[in-house]
């Protein structure tokens, strides 16, 4: 970046656009000739190297080079930077111009610096988001961070581990918060974690989504008494409820729909349906249902 920013002052020079006097540093009352011929030359000069620098890269792009050819593309590269470092610092630069380029050079190097502050932002949140088990928000890994440091430190400073009280004293963090971050911080066990010998972890955890024996029991108990139930309906009464309940693979339908498929009007199916829960009321087949609703 520098290079360049010396590069356009030396061609502006040689333009006529700047005086060479900004650029070059005169020994007596007026600037020789031959001493501004010799600063252009030497501006040809870094030109001429920084393509050659420039050169191999544009080679590597278009086909993949051998380790022969990269090893010299290096040696190249190096040499040509050395060369442009020795003609620079023989160059009679005015100090002025040392400082503009410089003050340049960190007007440039300002915006990537914020660039990479932020990009190292967005890597951190996404280790803390993706790279645990189970997420952690951010405030409290940035805080887990900064008590796993003082940990270390304070652990080499008493030779044992501190306690939550002591990293609480320390670290201007209730006990009660240091405990949970350090609770957080502990990584969670597999399922497949060995257990004694052929064992698993997860051989010995119940599975919650199995149903035990006695529901099974249940529920079949209790389908058979519903099914005597709807025996007492018509083929008609007992297609609706069920369709209207969700008691089937179909799942619960709307009146709306119940009556496209019988043909009928919504308000018939309603009908139809009040006056089938209606025989379900009777008192023997209303006792058997409200002692099933009541388990």
């Known amino acids: 970046m520098a290079l360049s920013a ?15 006097d900004d650029v070059i540093l005169q020994e007596g009352e007026e600037l020789d000739s031959a001493e501004v011929k010799r600063v252009l030359r030497a501006f040809s000069r870094i030109r001429w190297l920084e393509r050659q620098i420039a050169r191999p890269r544009q080679s590597t792009r278009v086909k993949r080079p051998s380790a022969t050819a990269r090893r010299n593309d290096a040696r190249r590269i190096a ?8 003609i620079v610092a023989r160059m009679p630069l005015k100090p002025a111009l040392i400082d503009q380029l410089v003050a340049d ?22 280790l803390a988001d993706q790279s645990r088990t189970i997420r952690i928000p951010v405030h409290i890994v940035e805080q887990l961070h900064r008590i796993s440091r003082l940990n270390r430190t304070m652990v080499s400073e008493l030779g044992r581990d501190p306690t939550p009280e002591e990293l609480a004293q320390h670290s201007g963090v209730p006990a009660k918060k240091v405990r949970l971050i350090l ?14 010998g052929d064992s698993e972890l997860g051989d010995f ?30 083929p008609k009464e007992k297609e609706i409820l069920r369709l209207r309940f969700g008691m089937g693979a179909e799942g619960e339908r709307t009146l ?9 009007t919504r308000e018939r199916i309603r009908q139809i349906e ?3 829960l209606r025989k379900l009321r009777h008192p023997r087949t ?5 002692a099933l609703a009541e388990r």
């Open 105 to 126: 050079v960190r007007r440039r190097c300002e915006p990537l610096e914020r660039l990479s502050a932020d990009v190292r932002q967005a890597l951190s949140r996404a």
């Open 286 to 290: 209303g006792r058997t249902l409200r």
């Open 274 to 276: 009040v006056k089938a």
């Open 6 to 20: 010396l590069l356009q002052a030396g061609d502006r020079v040689r333009r006529g656009e700047t005086p060479a």
């Open 256 to 264: 709306e729909e119940i009556g496209q498929r019988f043909a009928v």
């Open 183 to 196: 609770e957080s911080s502990r990584k969670p066990l597999s399922l497949e974690s060995p257990v004694g």
């Open 79 to 86: 040499a040509a930077r050395e060369a442009i470092q020795t």
């Open 205 to 234: 955890l119940e599975d919650t989504s199995a149903g035990s024996p006695d529901d099974a029991l249940l529920s079949q108990d209790l389908t058979t008494r519903v099914e005597r139930a709807l025996a007492t309906l018509s």
